[in-house]
């Protein structure tokens, strides 16, 4: 990892470059003469203690009565979300009010009393929808201003698609129906294209000391290194400057690549330090996989492993397999797992480097791929049996026993990539693609 990637890793969960926060303007609606300043102090502290810094609470608004919302339009312009906090039956008039504003709106009647928050939902109906949500209690709020700051940082996303200019990029694209309008309608993200002499130009660039301090980090940091010389290093780490370099400039959140004839290397052991400083790297300009794993990362703050599948129908498991595997897959500040360089399983070039990290046997794990229509996400939980690096294999080959069944998988699945998180997400993936139009579905 790089001297710049190390001083960015604290608080990489929540960063500039991850997007704004999300606004949330709290709204009580209580009558004057029920409003207890102890019992709005309290909600307010009680909201505050789940949130993460990914949510921005605005100074909240009091309506006693419809008049004291006579300006709430001008207070709401700069909310994201409003959170109505109705500790009492009755005014229904200023429910819907605050409805109006056309904001994705949580309504919370206390720790408990969900009532209360049924009873102001009875005044928005039939116009409550995915964007309505009642609390139950203050877990809930904090989960759904999570699922809320996620789409929000998806649509103020930026990815780089490097050597775009490369024929068979055209096809990965493709498989999205629309394209990039596609993507840009369902996620709100945006695709830049950057030609292979202009990544190459940059690559050639780097200093050479920046490169050989970072080749030398990674020799160092390495529990083993078999095949890799200190010159594969060198040349690879070129390439993880000139991409990170990029990611920088063009203010973007992630990347991936189009392989070709030129001089560049396969880009194994860049992608597996940019996972791990949470910059979502998918393989062989896979956009579907990129997109899953942004989705993941702003989601829930961990980086991914994505893969080949192999179905074993005799012992009803998956395999995932490929190159790249983070070192911190329970979290980007989690303690980094130990890794072994090899040379990259396609042959021998030079800075055909990528590492073996050993994924724990007994994690539960969630596997998801979003299909080419950008309408579904298959979801599915395993555990990983075991995890090596198998001749004929890529370097990373990781056997997963399905709670459902493999062969199911295989019959309902989309493609042959599939993204892999740590532990059991399918709640919260199944809820923010429910924010997004996206069908779940679930082994």
């Not at 502290?45 to 789940?50: A, F, M, P, R």
């Not at 780089?160 to 990039?180: F, K, Q, T």
């Not at 010389?229 to 000139?242: F, G, H, K, N, P």
């Not at 073996?356 to 791929?369: A, D, K, M, S, Y």
Request: net charge negative; hydrophobic share 45%.
């Amino acid at each position: 990892m790089s001297e710049e990637a190390l001083a960015d890793l604290e608080g990489v969960q929540m960063s500039e470059r991850d997007g704004p926060a999300l606004k949330v303007l709290p709204v009580v609606v209580c009558r004057e003469e029920r409003l207890e300043e102890a019992q709005l102090a309290s909600f307010i502290e009680g909201l505050k203690g789940g949130l993460g810094p990914e949510v921005q609470l605005l100074d909240s608004s009091l309506a006693r009565s419809i008049a004291d919302l006579e300006a709430f339009p001008a207070a709401a312009a700069e909310a994201d979300a409003i959170l109505i906090y109705k500790p009492h039956l009755g005014l229904g008039d200023c429910v819907l009010k605050v409805a109006e504003q056309g904001k994705p709106l949580i309504i919370f009647g206390g720790e408990g009393r969900v009532r209360l928050a049924l009873d102001a939902l009875e005044y928005l109906y039939p116009r409550a929808g995915a964007e309505t949500w009642v609390a139950v209690d203050y877990q809930d709020i904090a989960f759904r201003l999570r699922l809320l700051a996620a789409k929000k940082r998806l649509a103020n996303t930026r990815l780089l698609i490097l050597n775009a200019d490369y024929p068979h990029w055209e096809r990965w694209i493709c498989r999205v129906s629309g394209g990039a309008e596609a993507i840009r309608a369902r996620l709100g993200l945006e695709l830049e294209y950057l030609p292979s002499a202009e990544l190459i130009k940059r690559w050639e660039a780097i200093d050479g000391a920046r490169a050989a301090s970072l080749a030398e980090s990674w020799r160092a940091g390495a529990e083993r290194v078999l095949e890799s010389t200190d010159e594969d290093l060198r040349v690879v780490a070129r390439l993880y400057l000139a991409m990170r370099d990029l990611l920088a400039e063009k203010e973007a959140q992630g990347l991936t690549m189009a392989y070709g004839d030129d001089p560049l290397p396969v880009p194994c052991l860049a992608y597996m330090a940019l996972r791990d400083e949470g910059l979502p790297a998918a393989c062989e300009a896979d956009i579907l996989s990129l997109l899953a794993m942004v989705m993941v990362h702003h989601l829930l703050g961990k980086p991914s492993f994505m893969g080949n599948i192999f179905v074993d129908l005799q012992d009803g498991t998956i395999t995932l397999s490929h190159c790249v595997a983070p070192r911190r897959m329970a979290g980007y500040l989690s303690p980094p797992l130990p890794y072994t360089l090899r040379d990259q399983h396609w042959g021998k070039a030079p800075g055909s480097v990528s590492a073996f990290v050993e994924l724990e046997p007994g994690r539960e794990v969630t596997i998801c791929r979003l299909s080419g229509d950008l309408r579904s996400m298959l979801l599915a939980r395993g555990k990983i049996l075991d995890c090596r690096d198998l001749p004929g294999y890529c370097r990373m080959a990781v056997r997963i026993k399905l709670d459902g069944s493999a062969r199911e998988l295989a019959h309902r699945t989309s493609g042959n990539h599939h993204v892999m998180i740590y532990g059991d997400h399918r709640v919260e993936l199944g809820e923010l693609n429910r924010l997004l139009g996206i069908q779940t579905i679930e082994l």
